[in-house]
């Protein structure tokens, strides 16, 4: 009871501190102009050519600001739901990215938000399960009197929900998660926990009240995975002094509005106000296609990141592209706002058109910074303090054919020779007005010339500069005010 009520105390003080800090939250709001500017590229680590394995290992690097130095992990394993959670390599720089030296794994446990109360929580990545033991119950037994409520006994999986398909021979079944049996059916993330005062991290399970978790099972050459529910997104606490998370649905998800399947992807919004003991369903952002404004050709609200505007709203920023579903490595990414703290939100406008796993950062300067790619690389600056104007694109890498960078000659690239990157960007804050990038370039040079898959970082600066008419966000069109933006 004492420590609920300490926790309870913890809490309202640390909305208080926010509150009054967001008072003095540095504005953008009297200049309409931002300048980009990039540093030079960095090397963090080369790893093997990409003729070796071009997707996968030396990818999706996550980066983070411990204070005195930088960490960055870098993902050395096949892109599969079965390795998500092997060991990625991890390096660290004490000098603001401009060197780097290989550091031991454990520093992930210290990598978490740190939180009010002094302990810090991090989120592991974790491989999917191998289900290959269970019996599954085919969907022709699915009769009239055939009962979705009921729970699966254990070693069984029920009829799926719904089912969608991958190119290559991928077949996805997609359950209500309280219909799987009591060994599948948790709703939890596993957490690392350092508690504050401590220096050894300790693992724990945050409890997630997540309506309508579905989860999928991956089927492919006669073996059966269940994937994974960690959250991809990046934890930040909101100025209401709770936790925050996006994550995303399976591929194929239960419309929690009514209940039916839907093939696409679903982004989340998720809060804690205890500390992320646990964590309770904020927002939903379902994709609705209607083959026009919400393209069929896509795999709907997938990867997705989030931040609070210095004038007290949210954006919301999503990727719509997924290749297993459409064969295309390139769709939309699109943008909403809230004002009311994540209560509602606008219907998701087209912001460009294209953007793999959007990241936001907030600098100092009160200026937001937003990171997308494939093809090429961007970097875009909040023009005023609600989000609604945004700069013109900062190329970083351009969206042309760089196979010919490569080792060996290519007559006809695939799109990933085509491009020479896995376009998964990342950005971290490390002074006022800087951030650093955090990309993959699988044509970079080693000492002797070789082109090996790098991870790299360079620094975006922001100059803010004077009132302009030049205030037009990447697409060369004005986002409409948010009292013209329409709620549902």
Same mark, same amino acid.
């Given at each position: 009871?004492?420590?609920?009520?300490?926790?309870?105390?913890?809490?309202?003080?640390?909305?208080?501190?926010?509150?009054?800090?967001?008072?003095?939250?540095?504005?953008?709001?009297?200049?309409?102009?931002?300048?980009?500017?990039?540093?030079?590229?960095?090397?963090?680590?080369?790893?093997?050519?990409?003729?070796?394995?071009?997707?996968?290992?030396?990818?999706?690097?996550?980066?983070?600001?411990?204070?005195?130095?930088?960490?960055?992990?870098?993902?050395?394993?096949?892109?599969?739901?079965?390795?998500?959670?092997?060991?990625?390599?991890?390096?660290?720089?004490?000098?603001?990215?401009?060197?780097?030296?290989?550091?031991?794994?454990?520093?992930?446990?210290?990598?978490?938000?740190?939180?009010?109360?002094?302990?810090?929580?991090?989120?592991?990545?974790?491989?999917?399960?191998?289900?290959?033991?269970?019996?599954?119950?085919?969907?022709?037994?699915?009769?009239?009197?055939?009962?979705?409520?009921?729970?699966?006994?254990?070693?069984?999986?029920?009829?799926?929900?719904?089912?969608?398909?991958?190119?290559?021979?991928?077949?996805?079944?997609?359950?209500?998660?309280?219909?799987?049996?009591?060994?599948?059916?948790?709703?939890?993330?596993?957490?690392? /926990?350092?508690?504050?005062?401590? @220096?050894?991290?300790? %693992?724990?399970?945050?409890?997630? #009240?997540?309506?309508? *978790?579905? !989860?999928?099972?991956?089927?492919?050459?006669?073996?059966?995975?269940?994937?994974?529910?960690?959250?991809?997104?990046?934890?930040?606490?909101?100025?209401?002094?709770?936790?925050?998370?996006?994550?995303?649905?399976?591929?194929?998800?239960?419309?929690?509005?009514?209940?039916?399947?839907?093939?696409?992807?679903?982004?989340?919004?998720?809060?804690?106000?205890?500390?992320?003991?646990?964590?309770?369903?904020?927002?939903?952002?379902?994709?609705?296609?209607?083959?026009?404004?919400?393209?069929?050709?896509?795999?709907?609200?997938?990867?997705?990141?989030?931040?609070?505007?210095?004038?007290?709203?949210?954006?919301?920023?999503?990727?719509?592209?997924?290749?297993?579903?459409?064969?295309?490595?390139?769709?939309?990414?699109?943008?909403? /706002?809230?004002?009311?703290?994540? @209560?509602?939100?606008? %219907?998701?406008?087209?912001?460009? #058109?294209?953007?793999? *796993?959007? !990241?936001?950062?907030?600098?100092?300067?009160?200026?937001?910074?937003?990171?997308?790619?494939?093809?090429?690389?961007?970097?875009?600056?909040?023009?005023?303090?609600?989000?609604?104007?945004?700069?013109?694109?900062?190329?970083?890498?351009?969206?042309?054919?760089?196979?010919?960078?490569?080792?060996?000659?290519?007559?006809?690239?695939?799109?990933?020779?085509?491009?020479?990157?896995?376009?998964?960007?990342?950005?971290?804050?490390?002074?006022?007005?800087?951030?650093?990038?955090?990309?993959?370039?699988?044509?970079?040079?080693?000492?002797?010339?070789?082109?090996?898959?790098?991870?790299?970082?360079?620094?975006?600066?922001?100059?803010?500069?004077?009132?302009?008419?030049?205030?037009?966000?990447?697409?060369?069109?004005?986002?409409?005010?948010?009292?013209?933006?329409?709620?549902?």
């Amino acid at each position: 009871m004492k420590i609920k009520i300490l926790q309870t105390i913890l809490t309202l003080l640390s909305i208080l501190l926010t509150s009054c800090t967001s008072m003095h939250t540095p504005s953008i709001s009297d200049a309409k102009g931002v300048k980009l500017t990039m540093g030079e590229e960095r090397v963090i680590v080369r790893g093997i050519r990409p003729e070796e394995q071009l997707w996968g290992a030396y990818q999706f690097p996550r980066p983070y600001n411990l204070g005195d130095r930088l960490v960055v992990g870098v993902h050395v394993a096949d892109d599969d739901i079965k390795s998500f959670g092997k060991t990625n390599r991890w390096f660290e720089s004490k000098d603001k990215g401009k060197t780097w030296e290989e550091i031991d794994p454990s520093v992930a446990s210290q990598c978490g938000l740190k939180l009010q109360n002094g302990d810090r929580i991090y989120f592991p990545m974790e491989s999917g399960i191998n289900v290959d033991n269970y019996k599954m119950t085919p969907p022709q037994f699915y009769t009239p009197d055939y009962d979705f409520t009921a729970q699966a006994e254990e070693g069984t999986l029920p009829i799926p929900d719904g089912m969608t398909f991958w190119m290559y021979g991928t077949t996805i079944r997609a359950y209500n998660a309280d219909r799987l049996p009591p060994s599948l059916a948790k709703k939890e993330w596993l957490a690392m /926990r350092i508690p504050a005062g401590e @220096k050894e991290p300790v %693992k724990e399970y945050a409890k997630v #009240d997540w309506p309508y *978790l579905t !989860r999928v099972i991956h089927t492919q050459g006669g073996h059966s995975t269940l994937k994974p529910i960690f959250p991809r997104g990046n934890l930040k606490l909101g100025p209401d002094g709770a936790i925050w998370i996006s994550a995303f649905s399976g591929e194929g998800h239960i419309n929690p509005k009514n209940g039916q399947y839907s093939p696409y992807y679903s982004a989340e919004l998720f809060r804690s106000e205890d500390f992320g003991k646990t964590f309770k369903l904020h927002a939903h952002m379902e994709y609705e296609a209607d083959g026009n404004y919400y393209p069929y050709l896509s795999g709907g609200f997938s990867d997705s990141d989030f931040e609070f505007m210095p004038d007290g709203s949210m954006v919301w920023f999503f990727r719509s592209n997924w290749y297993g579903n459409t064969g295309h490595e390139w769709s939309p990414i699109y943008m909403s /706002r809230s004002t009311d703290m994540g @209560k509602t939100w606008s %219907k998701p406008e087209n912001f460009a #058109d294209l953007g793999t *796993l959007p !990241r936001l950062c907030k600098l100092e300067c009160g200026v937001v910074l937003l990171c997308y790619a494939r093809p090429g690389m961007y970097v875009q600056a909040s023009l005023n303090d609600s989000g609604t104007k945004w700069s013109k694109p900062l190329v970083v890498m351009p969206p042309s054919d760089r196979s010919k960078l490569a080792n060996v000659k290519i007559d006809k690239p695939n799109f990933h020779q085509w491009v020479g990157a896995c376009n998964n960007p990342e950005l971290v804050p490390i002074d006022k007005n800087t951030a650093l990038l955090f990309y993959s370039d699988f044509y970079y040079p080693d000492e002797s010339g070789v082109k090996r898959k790098t991870i790299l970082c360079r620094e975006i600066k922001v100059e803010i500069t004077p009132k302009s008419d030049s205030d037009w966000n990447g697409k060369g069109y004005r986002l409409p005010p948010p009292e013209k933006i329409k709620q549902f």
